[in-house]
């Protein structure tokens, strides 16, 4: 069945990662009209996220926001298609690096590194990296359920000679990379809720206390590796500009969850400034109310 469902789907996936860029976004306006106008898909998920973390803006303000939103994550799930086929010095002009001399500093330091990435403006698009550094890039993402999308996925980020492994098995590949001598710059995406068999760690986001992924900082102050955030915006429709933000370049020498915390921070800059790019379909503070294991670290 995934197989089938695989090869309906792909061609169209197909053509549309070829369309002219004008086409390809008005493409993208006409499944926002049928993804918030007709289908109103998660918009309550993402009315009741946005009133929870903003509750001092007014219902019109709320409506502005998710309008907006809706619009870029229609852009930005077909520019993750757009992937599929699109030219090294297209992405290259439309995801711009504008300081890659600071990754490249935090190479210097003969240390792997962890850049700490959010579900904000574009990270598809941030594989683009690959191009401009000398540090192998590995990212560490969660499996799709059909296998056939999860190897497209895979097909997709090669393409710049990514390697990616799955978050479960994380630890394990990346202490034997450590062990084996191998540099790497390490991508995790970090600001989503976890199991609640996995709340370690609950801090306040958005001015919420949920608990948050520590995997990213843990592996750094365990393996000795310098850690950044990469910083991206939106500067108009189809264009972003990302820098990497060093957040430290000895995490074992950093306070415990100093590193989660600084990256939270930052995040929430992001989102304070401009909500629309954050992904708010995720349901991120629902555990809000769930009772805080006895063995969790509150902050």
């Given at each position: 069945m995934q197989l089938i469902v695989y090869l309906l789907v792909y061609p169209f996936l197909w053509i549309i990662s070829k369309l002219p860029w004008r086409l390809f976004y008005a493409f993208s306006t006409a499944v926002y009209i049928f993804v918030y106008r007709?289908?109103?898909?998660?918009?309550?998920?993402?009315?009741?996220n946005l009133t929870l973390v903003f509750p001092e803006k007014s219902d019109q303000e709320i409506k502005r926001i998710r309008k907006a939103f809706y619009k870029h994550m229609c852009d930005m799930f077909l520019e993750m298609v757009k992937s599929i086929s699109i030219s090294d010095k297209d992405l290259l002009?439309?995801?711009?690096?504008i300081d890659i001399e600071t990754l490249k500093n935090l190479e210097s330091k003969n240390k792997s590194i962890v850049v700490l990435m959010a579900h904000y403006a574009s990270y598809e698009w941030a594989t683009v990296t690959q191009l401009l550094i000398d540090f192998p890039t590995v990212g560490v993402y969660k499996q799709i359920k059909n296998k056939y999308f999860d190897e497209l996925v895979h097909r997709i980020r090669q393409r710049y000679d990514a390697r990616l492994i799955r978050s479960y098995n994380?630890?394990?590949?990346?202490?034997?990379?450590?062990?084996?001598?191998?540099?790497?710059?390490?991508?995790f995406l970090s600001d989503q809720s976890p199991s609640l068999a996995k709340a370690t760690y609950w801090t306040d986001f958005m001015g919420i206390k949920v608990p948050t992924h520590v995997g990213g900082s843990v592996l750094a102050k365990r393996l000795d590796m310098s850690v950044a955030y990469l910083h991206v915006e939106k500067v108009k429709r189809g264009y972003y500009e990302a820098k990497f933000i060093p957040i430290t370049e000895n995490a074992k020498n950093c306070e415990d969850f100093y590193i989660v915390k600084t990256y939270l921070r930052m995040v929430e800059e992001q989102i304070k400034k401009a909500p629309e790019y954050y992904l708010w379909t995720h349901k991120r503070w629902k555990h809000r109310n769930a009772e805080i294991p006895k063995d969790a670290t509150v902050h």
């Open positions: 007709i289908i109103g898909y998660r918009k309550k998920a993402v009315t009741e002009e439309r995801f711009k690096i994380a630890m394990k590949e990346i202490t034997k990379d450590k062990v084996n001598g191998k540099l790497c710059s390490y991508a």
